[in-house]
T-cell receptor, first 117, second 116 residues
Framework: GAVVSQHPSWVICKSGTSVKIECRSL??????MFWYRQFPKQSLMLMAT?????????EQGVEKDKFLINHASLTLSTLTVTSAHPEDSSFYIC?????????????FGPGTRLTVT | AQSVAQPEDQVNVAEGNPLTVKCTYS??????LFWYVQYPNRGLQFLLK??????LVKGSYGFEAEFNKSQTSFHLKKPSALVSDSALYFC??????????????FGKGTKLSVIP
C-alpha cells in the first residue's frame, strides 16, 4: 500500500531557530501534499496545500513567511518553521495524494512532534 | 463551505459491547466521507470511506459506517468493542462534486475508551 514517511518523528529546538520537516511518498508519486497542524486533544487543521513544482496555497491565518513549504519533486515536500517560538510547538502531519489513484484518497504520514523551548 | 460535527468528545463502552461514534456533516455537493483512527503520537490510519453505492460501508478492523443522506450523518459502528479499539477517531468530509480542491475537513475527534 501507499506509504508516507515523515522525518524527523520528533524534534526539540530553541526559540529563534528554524526547523525543517520532510514528508516523503515512498512508493508512489504525489502531485499534491497537504500539511496539517494538530494541537493537543484537537482536530487537524489544514495549513497549506502544496503542488509539485508550484507555490503552496496557504489557509487563511497561516503565515506563509513563517511556514515555508517546498514541493520540489513528486516524492518530497518540506515544511520549514522559521524563527520558531514556543507557540509553534505542535504535532505536524502531512498527507499525500497519489497521482495514479482517485482524487479522494489521501495517505497520511506518522507525524512530527515539534517542541520549541 | 464544508464542515463536520462530532458531538461527543468522549465515548466509553464496555469490552464486547457495540459501539457507535457519531458524525454529521455539511457539504454543498455530493459528500465523500471518511473515518480515520489515531493512536497517541501517531498519524492517521484510514478506516473506511463512503463515496457512492451502498449506504453501509465496511472497513478495517471490523468497523462499519452507515451513510444517511436525509440526516446528513455517517456514524461509525462496531458490533463488539475491543480494548485495543481505544483511540481517537476522526470523521472527515470532502465535496465530491469536483468543485474546489481536494481538501478534507475534519471533525474535532472523539476519544473512544473501551473498558475491560
Amino acid at each position: 500500500g501507499a506509504v508516507v514517511s515523515q522525518h524527523p518523528s520528533w524534534v526539540i529546538c530553541k526559540s529563534g531557530t528554524s526547523v525543517k520537516i520532510e514528508c516523503r511518498s515512498l512508493d508512489f508519486q504525489a502531485t499534491t501534499m497537504f500539511w496539517y497542524r494538530q494541537f493537543p486533544k484537537q482536530s487537524l487543521m489544514l495549513m497549506a496545500t502544496s503542488n509539485e513544482g508550484s507555490k503552496a496555497t496557504y489557509e487563511q491565518g497561516v503565515e506563509k513567511d513563517k511556514f515555508l513549504i517546498n514541493h520540489a519533486s513528486l516524492t518530497l515536500s518540506t515544511l520549514t518553521v522559521t524563527s520558531a517560538h514556543p507557540e509553534d510547538s505542535s504535532f505536524y502531519i502531512c498527507s499525500a495524494r497519489d497521482r495514479g489513484r482517485p482524487s479522494y484518497e489521501q495517505y497520511f504520514g506518522p507525524g512530527t512532534r515539534l517542541t520549541v523551548t | 463551505a464544508q464542515s463536520v460535527a462530532q458531538p461527543e468528545d468522549q465515548v466509553n463502552v464496555a469490552e464486547g459491547n457495540p459501539l457507535t461514534v457519531k458524525c454529521t456533516y455539511s457539504v454543498s455537493g455530493n459528500p465523500y466521507l471518511f473515518w480515520y483512527v489515531q493512536y497517541p503520537n501517531r498519524g492517521l490510519q484510514f478506516l473506511l470511506k463512503y463515496i457512492t453505492g451502498d449506504n453501509l460501508v465496511k472497513g478495517s478492523y471490523g468497523f462499519e459506517a452507515e451513510f444517511n443522506k436525509s440526516q446528513t450523518s455517517f456514524h461509525l459502528k462496531k458490533p463488539s468493542a475491543l480494548v485495543s479499539d481505544s483511540a481517537l477517531y476522526f470523521c472527515a468530509v470532502r465535496d465530491g462534486s469536483g468543485a474546489g480542491s481536494y481538501q478534507l475537513t475534519f471533525g474535532k475527534g472523539t476519544k473512544l475508551s473501551v473498558i475491560p
